[in-house]
């Protein structure tokens, strides 16, 4: 049974869209300016790179566009971002605490989900991966100091939401 038949629509919303807000919210766990922008950029680098990393996994090739077609991937991006939009709309998320607290609920429903339909290997992978984008976002730039110097490489807000989502997704790992 592929990706499509196994999961319903809302199912699917929820697999793909759970990695790339884990992504958003850890950039904004500490906003700072510059920073941020390369922190959104390693959270679309993260994300992508479950094509590779994870070349058997149903679950997330499913997610994943086909990058080969790219009229499809744009298509598929469009569609995607236009759905994640009217969820968030849709749960009334009007504010920085609201945005945490939908995406850590998304992770325990992502982490039942995973338990219910998925196999332990593709269970495993999927939460590897989705950490991977929150531990890639936290460590593209330096928070704090000016202009790159001083400053931490990981804040006290990215290591608290790390080990919120950590817990969640029924992962046992920290952020060094």
């Known amino acids: 049974m592929s990706f499509k038949e196994r999961f319903s629509d809302e199912e699917q919303l929820l697999l793909s869209a759970t990695p790339i807000l884990i992504g958003s919210a ?5 906003s700072s ?3 941020t922008i390369k ?5 679309a680098k993260a994300y992508m790179g479950g094509l590779k990393a994870y070349p058997h996994n149903e679950i997330i090739q499913g997610i994943l566009p086909n990058l080969d077609d790219r009229k499809d991937a744009m298509a598929q991006a469009k569609e995607f971002r236009q759905n994640a939009t009217a969820r968030i709309k849709e749960k009334h998320v009007g504010n920085q605490e609201d945005f945490r607290q939908l995406l850590l609920s998304d992770t325990r429903d992502v982490n039942r989900l995973l338990k219910q339909k998925a196999t332990a290997e593709e269970s495993s992978e999927y939460k590897e991966w989705a950490i991977s984008v929150a531990e890639n976002v936290a460590k593209a730039a330096k ?4 202009l790159g110097f001083g400053g ?25």
Do not use: N, P, Q
């Open 26 to 30: 850890m950039a904004m766990a500490e």
């Open 143 to 146: 928070e704090g100091g000016f």
């Open 152 to 176: 931490e490489r990981i804040s006290a807000g990215e290591k608290a939401l790390f080990a919120e989502l950590a817990a969640s997704l029924g992962i046992d790992k920290t952020l060094a």
């Open 39 to 43: 922190e959104l950029m390693a959270s």
């Open 33 to 35: 300016g510059l920073a």
